[in-house]
């Protein structure tokens, strides 16, 4: 707390919790996927990761909802998964991209086989991730490569925090991985 400063009488100073820390750590490690595509390893675990990557951009680069955040790390945990469980690779490749009244995040694999939204009753105990996407998320998608494919899903934002402020201001980090 900052006491005795004018203005600032309750305001709280933002203190990193573990989970912050360890995606801060795995951004220096990995990179930044707000910059570039983030190569990860294609093991289980690197879900976790994707999910702290993903919960750091969203809330403390972008400045976005804790509600946005939650749908936005449980989307990437299903296409990572998806990536990791169906196509035999070793790496994968996650990349989030903001635009105004958008974010995109994607997922990269050099499998070609096309992801499948299939029918799930109460009692499936499996194959209900492209179903959350397709639930959660406002657009999502499948873009074939030459070696691979991305799968991608967008869910619509709110900008006043953009609308606030100049555009394309270099020095803001939310500004970094805008799509064009």
């Not at 990860?40 to 702290?52: D, F, M, V």
């Not at 990536?83 to 635009?99: K, P």
């Not at 009244?101 to 086989?113: L, Q």
């Amino acid at each position: 707390m900052m006491d005795g400063m004018a203005g600032l009488d309750g305001m709280q100073r933002w203190t990193p919790s573990v989970e912050d820390e360890q995606a801060l750590k795995e951004m220096e490690l990995f990179g930044d996927p707000t910059e570039a595509e983030v190569p990860l390893p294609s093991k289980p675990e690197s879900a976790s990761t994707a999910r702290r990557l993903t919960e750091l951009v969203v809330t403390r680069q972008w400045g976005l909802p804790p509600q946005t955040a939650e749908y936005a790390v449980l989307l990437v945990s299903e296409l990572v998964g998806n990536a990791v469980r169906h196509t035999g690779a070793r790496v994968f490749g996650l990349r989030m991209l903001r635009r105004r009244g958008w974010i995109r995040i994607e997922v990269r694999d050099p499998s070609r086989g096309l992801p499948c939204l299939m029918p799930v009753r109460d009692l499936d105990v499996s194959g209900r991730g492209l179903m959350l996407v397709d639930k959660l998320s406002d657009r999502w998608g499948v873009d074939l490569l030459p070696r691979g494919k991305t799968t991608w899903f967008e869910m619509r934002v709110s900008d006043h925090l953009l609308d606030a402020r100049p555009p394309q201001d270099p020095r803001d980090p939310r500004d970094r991985g805008q799509l064009i």
